[in-house]
């Protein structure tokens, strides 16, 4: 899979409906393989957190979650087909899971809202196979018997596809600690994307999305919540931008 680098790491050049057929098709012969979707936060973040940088590190594949990946591709000259988020790519997973009989495990969330969103996706794919659903509060302080506990109930499943939804930087920190121990299919970080399915969260308009301007949406509905994610992360993630912009330019003068 060609994938353009930047910000220190590898970033699949695919679309949304490539990468639910070739990551379904990875699950239908159970291979784990370990899927995170990058977007101007968490770039922000891989500067501080070090273990959230080797978990992006040992991913298998990294997708452009947010718009401003794919507009940096295009500045650089190697163009990102699209924008390709976890919360875009779960519900077509879950369409490829009912067409070649995959099962389904979700873990994350909350005890009112993972069932919901549960619920909602069977009414659009109602054969789907939905094997479990765990929806612990996840404390990295808590005596390693509660993760193995849960890592027993995820394997004893069968997944094919498991989908988590701690929120960044926890899921892909869990994934990264448990991925040798996980005996399932692909296993992809989706953030909030239970709220959206749930209703519990409403997601921005089309248009905001393809502009790049669901960030806006989220801070005006939850400004109490993400105002420093978005506003400190931004201006974060430019600052990251420029200097990688001036690194490139420089290299390119170098070798002309």
């Known amino acids: 899979m060609k994938t353009v680098r930047m910000f220190g790491i590898s970033v699949a050049s695919i679309t949304l409906s490539e990468a639910s057929e070739v990551f379904s098709e990875m699950a239908r012969k159970k291979e784990t393989r370990v899927i995170f ?4 936060e968490h770039i922000a973040l891989l500067t501080s957190n070090r273990e959230f940088q080797k978990a992006y590190h040992e991913a298998d594949f990294v997708l452009a979650d947010g718009m401003p990946l794919v507009w940096f591709s295009r500045l650089i000259g190697e163009r990102l087909p699209e924008r390709v988020t976890g919360s875009d790519l779960l519900p077509e997973l879950c369409r490829m899971a009912e067409r070649k009989s995959l099962k389904v495990f979700f873990l994350g969330g909350t005890e009112d809202v993972t069932p919901k969103a549960i ?5 659009r794919f109602p054969s789907m196979n939905v094997v479990g659903f765990a929806t612990p509060w996840i404390d990295f302080a808590h005596d390693e ?8 109930t ?3 499943s ?3 596809i498991v989908f988590i939804g701690f929120g960044a930087p926890k899921q892909e920190i ?3 600690r448990n991925q040798k121990k996980l005996k399932t299919g692909i296993v992809l970080a989706v953030g909030g994307t239970f709220d959206f399915l749930a209703g519990k ?6 248009w905001m999305q393809k502009t790049g301007l669901e960030w806006f949406w989220r801070l005006i509905h939850e400004p109490k919540r993400l105002w420093r994610r978005y506003l400190i992360g931004n201006v974060i993630f430019l600052l990251i931008a420029w200097n990688e912009c001036q690194k490139k ?3 390119d003068l170098h070798f002309k």
């Open 145 to 152: 018997k509660i993760h193995s506990d849960l890592l027993e």
């Open 249 to 251: 330019y420089k290299n």
């Open 37 to 40: 979707t990058a977007n101007a």
């Open 174 to 176: 869990w994934i990264a």
């Open 119 to 123: 619920e909602n996706l069977l009414k």
């Open 201 to 206: 969260t409403i997601r921005a308009p089309l």
């Open 154 to 156: 995820i394997n004893q």
């Open 158 to 160: 069968g997944a094919d």
